[in-house]
Structures are given as C-alpha cells and as structure tokens.
Nanobody, 115 residues
Framework: QVQLVESGGGLVQAGGSLRLSCAAS????????MGWYRQALGKQRELVAT???????YYADSVKGRFTISRDNAKNTVYLQMNSLKPEDTAVYYC?????????WGQGTQVTVSS
C-alpha cells in the first residue's frame, strides 16, 4: 500500500503561482512514476505532468513552459510548480503513484485561478 498526501492548493489570481506537493509513504519501490492529474468541474480527469524515478519528465501541451514537475527521492515527494496560472487551470489536482502495474491516487487539492 502507498499513501499520498497532497498540499499547496488554493486561490490565486491569474498570472500568479502556486506550488503543489505530494508526499508518498508506505511500500515505495525504487522504480516508479509519479505525476499530477487534474479534473475540472464537469470534465474528465487529465494528465498534467509526470516524472520517473530517473527524473524523466512529461508535460501536457497546455502546461508546457508554465509548470515544472520535480521530485525529491529521499523524501518520496513530488512537486508541481505552477507559474503564469490561467483561469482554465482551475481544477482539483490529484497526485498519482505508479509502479509495476499498481497505482494509487491522492485525495486531491483544489486550485482556483480567478480572472
């Protein structure tokens, strides 16, 4: 079992920044992928960014150049630095952990960007 605890969401004006954190605990395998997904009201959950245990990253086109994903393997924590936020970034952001075919989700943290 893996537990994920997200933090850092909130309300910010357009153009502002937020930093999300996701701390993983439990049976963490050394080879894994952690990532951030988001779900806006009435829409499907979508991938935002992922990072492997080897620091290989992937970003959705909609956030490239604005968001940066990083991780601290010693702390089993993944971060999402979000800059130049737009109202369309408003969503619940979820952390996900994947390894060897198993995955776990965090409880989600709300990000609201006002115009």
């Amino acid at each position: 079992q893996v537990q994920l605890v997200e933090s850092g969401g909130g309300l910010v004006q357009a153009g502002g920044s937020l930093r999300l954190s996701c701390a993983a605990s439990g049976s963490i395998f050394s080879i894994n992928i952690m990532g951030w997904y988001r779900q806006a009201l009435g829409k499907q959950r979508e991938l935002v960014a992922t990072i492997t245990s080897g620091d290989r990253t992937y970003y959705a086109d909609s956030v490239k150049g604005r968001f940066t994903i990083s991780r601290d393997n010693a702390k089993n924590t993944v971060y999402l630095q979000m800059n130049s936020l737009k109202p369309e970034d408003t969503a619940v952001y979820y952390c996900k952990y994947d390894d060897l075919g198993t995955h776990y989700w965090g409880q989600g943290t709300q990000v609201t960007v006002s115009s």
